[in-house]
């Protein structure tokens, strides 16, 4: 069933991701149902499938690419600028879907959903959603108290920034030193930080602001510090089960 997964996976990868280049994208945006580069799609689709599957399950092979084409055409349909991201994540969940069910079909299998409650993977969502979430509002509380002062000595605030950037910075860093704590990587923690010390060294050095620089520091050793803080515990917590 694995193998069978895998060829089935790798062909949709090869003919959403590798062999659909951007002005096909572009060309079926623009023209919908009539665009040459839908047609040619499917083809691509089919043709990574039968190599893939060795010209076996034609049926299957027929249905995902019936269906990869109806699903393509609604959402060409319904896309514009405000809805082409949501939507682009609608399709692929969809088209995942009908992969799912076609290896179903071919190779049945059960889904035991008991494991996702289980006291080991109930502790680990519960620190990642501290780690990302929470601990990115406690490091707000506890800076806020600067907030202001940095503010005024640095008027421009955040316009050069993209929106939100700061707030998914931290919890792509936070994830990596609790994901390196897991792994017993301490060196890798180090790296991280150093390139994070010269990603910001320029803008600090630039703005020649001592509090913000200040303001900056203790964020960053508050984010670490939680994020480790956090991997040991959960470490201590899963030796204990």
């Known amino acids: 069933m694995m193998l069978l997964a895998l060829k089935l996976l790798l062909a949709h990868f090869i003919g959403d991701f590798v062999l659909q280049p951007g002005h096909w994208v572009e060309d079926k945006l623009e023209k919908k149902g009539r ?28 249905v995902i690419v019936v269906t990869h084409f109806l699903i393509d055409l609604g959402k060409l349909a319904l896309t514009n600028p405000k809805n082409y991201r949501w939507l682009f994540v609608v399709d692929q969940l969809l088209h995942l ?29 519960t620190f990642l959603v501290f780690v990302t979430y929470v601990s990115g509002i406690l490091m707000r509380m506890l800076l806020a108290p600067y907030i202001d002062e940095v503010a005024k000595d640095d008027p421009t605030g955040e316009g050069g920034s993209l929106k939100n950037a700061g707030t998914y910075i931290g919890m792509l860093e936070r ?51 939680l994020a480790i803080l956090s991997g040991l515990f959960y470490g201590y917590l899963i030796a204990t089960i």
């Not at 290896?103 to 008991?114: A, E, N, R, T, V």
């Not at 494991?115 to 680990?124: A, I, R, T």
Request: zero cysteines; proline letters at 1%; a positive charge.
């Open 35 to 62: 665009s040459k580069y839908l047609y040619v799609h499917m083809g691509v689709h089919l043709l990574a499938l039968l190599i893939l599957l060795q010209f076996k399950h034609i049926g299957a092979i027929a």
């Open 97 to 125: 879907f009908v992969l799912g069910s076609v290896l179903y079909w071919l190779s049945p299998f059960q889904i035991d959903l008991d494991f996702l409650w289980s006291e080991k993977n109930l502790l680990l969502v």
């Open 175 to 225: 994830l990596f030193v609790f994901g390196f704590i897991l792994m017993q990587q301490w060196a890798a923690i180090g790296l991280l930080i150093a390139a994070k010390s010269v990603f910001r060294f320029g803008d600090l050095n630039k703005g020649k602001n001592r509090k913000l620089t200040e303001y900056v520091l203790i964020g960053t050793l508050l984010s670490f510090g």
